[in-house]
């Protein structure tokens, strides 16, 4: 009964190291998901109402971006590696009149160029995306999401029809669905892709940009890219250089750097809860190896009368040490790990956690903590054991 609850406080804080590494992996699991589809290192920026008058012109002038930027930002902040211009009807989540035959939805109609794949990804069920040919020749073609194909032809193939955006026909040429999950997911699918070029003309956008989408070059980070599109805007658009108001952004790197550096804590904190939990068991191993050398005094006298080394009394006990609390600490290991995976499994989890799960690695670097502990309890209690003098031992009762 003494073995077995020592063990078991060596299996239970294996457990507890087990299932807490694999709720930090969970959480972790659970937002990296919610960048699924989308650069992780990408910036987002678009014109607002200037705050500061400056150089004789007046505040809340309305910041609009051209098609002239395009290459003026490329060639002023070498660091963008994507750029994307972008356009939207409606404005952010707005809405737009589509019709096809009889059937009417409100979508999201954006006018894109191909490169906004690499930065917010979709996945083509059917028929194709944008290409450069598409953006040179002005074509008159959509891309529309699962969201809008189950609306507007509920079962019909979409390819090839024709679907009428503010008066405006558009032959689909794709269907696209997309991995993200929650709000995200279904915004995205009812979302419509047409070219941007076409987009300027088709809704009297002259030569006018939305807003930017583009991602950084490798080794470099997205706070510095943003000042300089910041700083180089600023000054083509006479904005007084302290107006934080006059373009708005997101930088989805700032933020994932941000994450990146929590998940660190967290993986810490979960460590170091597990592993005091496990010490606490260890503790308890070196404590019933004391007491086992205490019992067994008179056994190692007789050993060392007869002949016996020190070393081989040492690697007895610590052999001892390290079978017990391997043995319990695997066992522990195990069940946290089906414990995780059972919940997996039945699709326990939140848009903020999901598949908790513990990596090889970490499952492999626990079995060597469970060694190392182990040996770590036996040693005391060998030394103990090895300081027994043979006389003293015969002659205990």
Known sequence: MRTFLTAFGVGWGMLMLMIVLGSGRGLENGVRGMFTGFATNSVYLWGQATSMPYKGLPKGRRMSFENADIDFLRRMVPEIDVMAPRNQLGGYMGGNNVTYNNKTGAFSVNGDYPEIQLINQVFIDTGRFINNNDI????KIAIIGKRVADVLFEGETCLGKNIKINGVYFQVVGKFHTKKSGDQAERDEQTIFIPFSTFQRAFNMGNEIGWFALTCRPNSSGAVVE??????LARKYQVHPDDDRAFGSFNADEKFSSMEMVFKAVNFVAWFVGLMTLLAGVIGVSNIMLVVIKERTKEFGIKRAIGAKPWSIIIQVILESVTLTTLAGYLGMVLGIWLLAAVSSMGIGSQFFQNPEVALKTAFTSLVILVVCGVLAGI?????AVR?????????E
């Open 136 to 139: 040179d020749l002005s074509r």
């Open 227 to 232: 000042s300089k599109i910041r700083t180089v």
């Open 380 to 384: 005391l209690p060998a030394q103990r």
């Open 388 to 396: 027994i003098k043979p006389v003293d031992a015969l002659r205990d």
